[in-house]
């Protein structure tokens, strides 16, 4: 690959976990014995529109947990929510450095709510390999709708053919290939670094 002039990332599952996917959810239902059908059905409704920034998180939760009496806080739930988030191994670190090395601009496309979004940026100092964020709760869609790749290009002022991307969920790498970006499925760090390594940057 010749002429990569910017690296579009997700972040969860790439560099941190999903914070709220369906195993956090899992033991959410357990920890505060919420019931799991129910749950699951408000869930599906409520969290689009938390993630594309139509509700903010203390929305999500009065649809989603404290719709009922509980035993315990919003404060109490939204800890253990953020507790979920953890950084992957190696990738994080490695980045900064290749990202000074090469001189490349490293911008994300990621599905995140807003409370979520802020946490993580900060809490794993994600602005030392990421020069901007167009995340779904500031733009108000998420992927796979090819519009969010639309409006990253557009920010970048840059070809798709010229970007290189990675996600771990196959059905955003197709959309963005579909695109023309230089798209791949992030299967692990050692993969992943291995075709950045790759980069003849002219």
Same mark, same amino acid.
């Given at each position: 690959?010749?002429?990569?002039? /910017?690296? +579009?990332? %997700?972040?969860?599952?790439?560099?941190?976990?999903?914070?709220?996917?369906?195993?956090?959810?899992?033991?959410?239902?357990?920890? $505060?014995? /919420?019931?799991?059908?129910? +749950?699951?059905?408000?869930?599906? @409704?409520? $969290?689009? !529109?938390?993630?594309?920034? =139509?509700?903010? !998180?203390?929305?999500?939760?009065?649809?989603? @947990? $404290?719709?009922?009496?509980? #035993?315990?806080?919003?404060? %109490?739930?939204?800890?253990?929510?953020?507790?979920?988030?953890?950084?992957?191994?190696?990738?994080?670190?490695?980045? &900064? *450095?290749?990202?000074?090395?090469?001189?490349?601009?490293?911008? #994300?496309?990621?599905?995140?709510?807003?409370? $979520?979004?802020?946490?993580?940026?900060?809490?794993?100092?994600?602005?030392?390999?990421? %020069?901007?964020?167009?995340?779904?709760?500031? @733009?108000?869609? #998420?992927?796979? %709708?090819?519009?969010?790749? =639309? !409006?990253?290009?557009?920010?970048?002022?840059? *070809?798709?053919?010229?970007?290189?991307?990675?996600?771990?969920? &196959?059905?955003?790498? #197709?959309?963005?290939?579909?695109?023309?970006?230089? &798209?791949?499925?992030? =299967?692990?760090?050692?993969?992943?670094?291995?075709?950045? *390594?790759?980069?003849? =940057?002219?």
């Amino acid at each position: 690959m010749t002429n990569i002039k /910017l690296l +579009f990332l %997700d972040i969860g599952g790439v560099l941190l976990s999903d914070g709220w996917n369906h195993k956090s959810r899992m033991l959410a239902i357990e920890k $505060f014995d /919420l019931e799991p059908i129910q +749950f699951q059905k408000d869930h599906s @409704v409520a $969290f689009t !529109l938390f993630e594309n920034g =139509k509700l903010t !998180l203390d929305q999500y939760l009065d649809c989603v @947990v $404290f719709n009922a009496e509980r #035993s315990f806080t919003k404060e %109490d739930f939204k800890q253990f929510m953020f507790s979920r988030t953890t950084e992957l191994p190696d990738f994080l670190p490695w980045l &900064a *450095e290749w990202k000074k090395r090469t001189g490349i601009k490293i911008f #994300s496309i990621n599905n995140e709510g807003k409370e $979520f979004n802020d946490y993580r940026i900060k809490k794993f100092n994600l602005h030392q390999v990421f %020069d901007a964020f167009i995340s779904s709760c500031e @733009v108000g869609f #998420s992927k796979p %709708d090819p519009s969010i790749f =639309k !409006l990253a290009l557009g920010i970048a002022q840059e *070809e798709a053919k010229h970007c290189m991307y990675f996600d771990d969920r &196959a059905i955003h790498v #197709s959309i963005a290939k579909q695109l023309g970006f230089n &798209a791949f499925v992030h =299967k692990g760090f050692e993969e992943s670094k291995t075709i950045l *390594e790759s980069i003849n =940057k002219s």
